[in-house]
């Protein structure tokens, strides 16, 4: 099955600051892949997602970018912003079954 | 109006009982997932049912059993609760088999004492 692999598990970082948050995926089947965002007691929402024919997507301040030879796809958060603070997960799908990565607390300070 | 709505909120009990999580979605998705996020924040999927017609069966103790009575219904059913059952349970939905945007539920937070 699939396995993701998500870096770092922290992230600090001070405002205005750009945040990468990187990972990895090991099934070369793998079609689609989503990065949720869940605040303190919240729960998980969509913020950008990309599919295996894509290389790079960007929505205002977020952007992501997927490496399919190397296997590896990374969110990109520039102008960071205190709101931006949260848990960011990274998700791979592999015959239809969506797989999470461990997660990155990220804290941007004002 | 909520798009995907899971009850209770919080659910706190004893070592050994019985309980039930419900969760409807209004989205006309064919596809419903149960997730159980522990206390390191890890997002697991547990099961996933797409038309009625479970899809996704994770390693989980057969103590957790769901149901879907119609396609805009999935509850779960855990019998003899564990301490290590404590965690948050989130159900989520989407059209598509795992390629598609989940929307999630608010999550059901239980806790085992």
């Known amino acids: 099955g699939e396995n993701v692999e998500q870096h770092p598990s922290t992230l600090s970082v001070q405002e205005g600051d750009s945040a990468v948050i990187k990972c990895t995926y090991s099934?070369?089947?793998?079609?689609?892949f989503p990065w949720y965002k869940q605040e303190l007691g919240k729960r998980p929402q969509l913020i950008i997602d990309?599919?295996?024919?894509?290389g790079e997507k960007k929505d205002q301040r977020i952007a992501v970018t997927l490496n399919k030879t190397a296997k590896h796809f990374s969110l990109h958060i520039t102008e960071t912003q205190p709101e931006d603070s949260a848990v960011y997960f990274c998700?791979?799908?592999?015959?239809?079954?969506?797989?999470f990565g461990q997660g990155t607390i990220l804290t941007v300070h004002p | 109006d909520t798009a995907v709505s899971q009850t209770p909120k919080y659910l706190v009990t004893q070592m050994g009982n019985d309980k039930s999580i419900k969760c409807e979605q209004n989205?006309?998705?064919?596809?419903m997932y149960w997730y159980k996020q522990d206390s390191k924040k890890f997002l697991k999927i547990m099961f996933s049912?797409?038309?009625?017609?479970?899809?996704i069966n994770e390693t989980v103790p057969n103590r957790f059993s769901p149901k879907s009575p119609d396609k805009a219904h999935l509850n779960l059913h855990i019998n003899s609760l564990e301490l290590g059952d404590s965690a948050v349970y989130f159900c989520?939905?989407?059209?598509?088999?795992?390629?598609?945007?989940?929307?999630f539920g608010s999550g059901t937070q239980l806790s085992v004492l």
């Open positions: 989520a939905s989407s059209s598509g088999t795992g390629n598609e945007k989940l929307f």
């Open positions: 099934d070369s089947a793998s079609n689609y």
């Open positions: 989205l006309g998705h064919d596809t």
């Open positions: 049912y797409n038309n009625k017609e479970l899809i």
């Open positions: 990309i599919r295996s024919n894509v």
């Open positions: 998700g791979g799908t592999s015959y239809g079954k969506l797989t």
